[in-house]
């Protein structure tokens, strides 16, 4: 049986950073949370069965190596939400 599933809006900046931000409990929520929280930046929605940051963080992580197959890509740092903001304000 698999557990409830939440949903994450996945970003990058202009200089390929990474950015992963809680959406929601439903897919609508998490687009709408896009939507205005990346004001024109291209964003996928995520689905991952926690609430947690650090765990969502580590699905995102292993995705990453499956399709590049680099650790170093895969480890790169990931922005969250206090990293959008303040790339926000920085690009405004």
């Known amino acids: 049986m698999r557990g409830r599933e939440y949903y994450w809006v996945a970003t990058r900046d202009e200089e ?6 809680f ?6 929520e998490a687009r709408q949370k896009g939507l205005e929280m990346l004001a024109g930046l291209d964003f996928e929605i995520k689905r991952y069965p926690t609430r947690d940051l650090a765990t969502a963080s580590s699905y995102f992580r292993g995705k990453r190596l499956e399709q590049t197959n680099s650790l170093k890509q895969a480890g790169k740092r990931i922005g969250h939400d206090k990293s959008v903001n303040r790339l926000k304000r920085r690009n405004y």
């Open 23 to 28: 959406g929601g409990a439903s897919e609508s």
């Open 16 to 21: 390929g950073k990474p950015y992963l931000i």
